[in-house]
Each structure stands twice: as C-alpha cells, then as structure tokens.
C-alpha cells in the first residue's frame, strides 16, 4: 500500500528549507573556507576568508541572510514510486512553501513574471522545479537559493568528442577565468558531461548540490576534479577577486552516458556559501 504524503507537509518543508539555506552556512563549506584560510598566501585573499567565516556566525546567530541576494529558488524532489501525495496539486505546494519561507523570513524577492517586462512577482515564484521518481516511500526535498551573479556566469558548449578530456578543462578553467569576480570567489564548480544540451546543465546544477571535499566515485572523473581544480586556482582570481590562490573552493564533475557524435559539457558556478538544505519526509 503506498505512504500517503500531504503536500502540505511539502509546502511546510519547502519554506523552512529556504530560510535554513539562506541562514546556515554548511558545515561541508566552513570547513573548506578553514583549509583555505591555512594555504591562502595572499593577506587580502586571507582577510576576505576571515570575513566571509565571520558573516556566516553573523547570519547563523541572528538569522538573516548570508548574502543580499537569496536567490532564485531552485527546488529538486526526490520522490519514492511508493508514495501517494495527498490534499493537492504539488507544483503549488512547492511554490506555496517559497512563498511563505520568503515572506516570513524576510527574504529578497528576485523572481520576474517576464523575462523581457521585468515586472516582480512579489513573493519569489515560481520555483524552478526538479522531479523524480526514485525507489522507496520518501520524498526528499533540496531547496538550492541560485544567486544571480553566480548563476549569470555559467555556460555550456557542445564539444565534439575530439576535444577530450583537455577540451573539456580547457573549457571549464576557461570559464571559471572569464567570470572573475563576478560569482563572488571562491567559487564552487558544477561540471556536468555528457547526456544532450539540457541534461549536461542539470547533471552540472546537480553536482553543486555534493557536500565539498566529496570526489566523485568514478576514478576519470575524480582526476577531471582534481585538476580543474588545480587549474583555476591557478589563476590568481582569489578571494572576491582580490588576487590569491583561493579562486575555487572545490569541483565537482557528474557524467551521463551521450551520442557518439556528442561531447556536451555545462559549467554552473556557485558562490562560496553554496547554498542548499535538504529534508527527507
């Protein structure tokens, strides 16, 4: 018989998820900002860490927001193929809960009808949702706030499979340059491979959502991160793009099977707070 799962409890989720998110810095990401206060070599690069650790306490301790910006609210479900959801349509249950968790937490709303008329929603809807359907009669819940800036700087290209593995570094590292300053470094890298033009976006929007310090259990793609990661902090963007060897924080790479014809490879940035908090119902 399937668990009976009410989308209130979903909406209910949803909101306090968007405030935690926007209120709580990972325990993943302070303790890679703390290893990158140790190797930072730049006293600029180490003041803007040491400001960073310290507007997270701040935020945490007065629950506010980490940043001005709480971002577009990116939500993914995990939902188990033995549960009934109950008591209403769930599209709305999501957005009824960023509705709510914006509003009572006194977040900044940044969602416009129209791409082109530019006019505000008023309370952060709609939400950018992601569905499956997974085994089990859970439904998980990830609430990602997307800044702007971070969000505004990633990219996809459609490699052709000679490229490689150099192409694809190249490609990345190349666009973790371009952004410089922009998606407020450090920065965390979401590397999405393969699949087609839309899947390589969200397999790299995915990717930022592994705790940091995780490597990937394919041994190709751990080495891929690595190295980009290697690589862009190379480049000497550093903290807020102050000058250091901070740039990334961490890399994470997700692959999925493509055409023979086909190398898609999608860069989403985030910003160092890497913002997400889950619940399982």
């Known amino acids: 018989m399937a668990r009976e799962v009410s989308v209130d409890e979903v909406a209910r989720t949803v909101a306090r998820l968007c405030q ?20 930072e070599e730049s006293p600029a690069g180490r003041e803007i860490l040491e400001l960073l650790m310290q507007n997270a306490d701040l935020a945490a301790a007065e629950r506010v ?5 709480t971002g577009l609210a990116v939500v993914f479900l995990d939902i188990g193929q033995e549960v009934s959801l109950v008591g209403g349509d769930l599209t709305e249950a ?22 082109l008329r530019r006019k505000n929603t008023g309370d952060n809807t ?7 359907i997974v085994p089990g009669d859970r439904v998980r819940i990830t609430v990602a706030p997307k800044g702007g800036g971070s969000e505004n700087m990633s990219a996809l290209a459609m490699l052709k499979p000679a490229d490689g593995e150099e192409g694809v570094i190249d490609f990345v590292v190349g666009q973790v340059e371009r952004a ?15 699949g087609n033009f839309e899947m390589a976006a969200l397999l790299a929007k995915r990717a930022l959502l592994r ?33 250091g060897r901070t740039t990334a924080l961490w890399v994470s790479v997700e692959t ?21 908090k889950e619940a399982v119902i």
Do not use: W
Request: glycine share 12%; hydrophobic share 30%; charged share 25%.
């Open 20 to 39: 935690e998110a926007n209120y709580d810095l990972g325990g993943d990401v302070r303790e890679r900002l703390r290893q990158a206060l140790e190797t």
């Open 65 to 69: 927001p980490m940043c001005q910006d």
């Open 94 to 115: 999501v957005n009824e809960g960023v509705r709510r968790g914006y509003r009572e937490g006194y977040l900044r709303k940044s969602m416009v009808e129209h791409p």
């Open 126 to 132: 709609p939400a950018v949702l992601h569905t499956r």
């Open 180 to 194: 410089g300053p922009n998606p407020c470094p450090p920065v965390v890298v979401g590397v999405g491979i393969g």
């Open 211 to 243: 705790p940091l310090g995780q490597y990937s259990e394919d041994p190709d793609n751990a080495r891929l991160e690595r190295e980009i990661l290697r690589r862009a902090n190379n480049l000497g963007i550093g903290p807020q793009g102050f000058g």
């Open 256 to 276: 999925h099977p493509a055409h023979i014809v086909s190398l898609p490879v999608a860069v989403n940035l985030n910003c160092h707070a890497a913002r997400h």
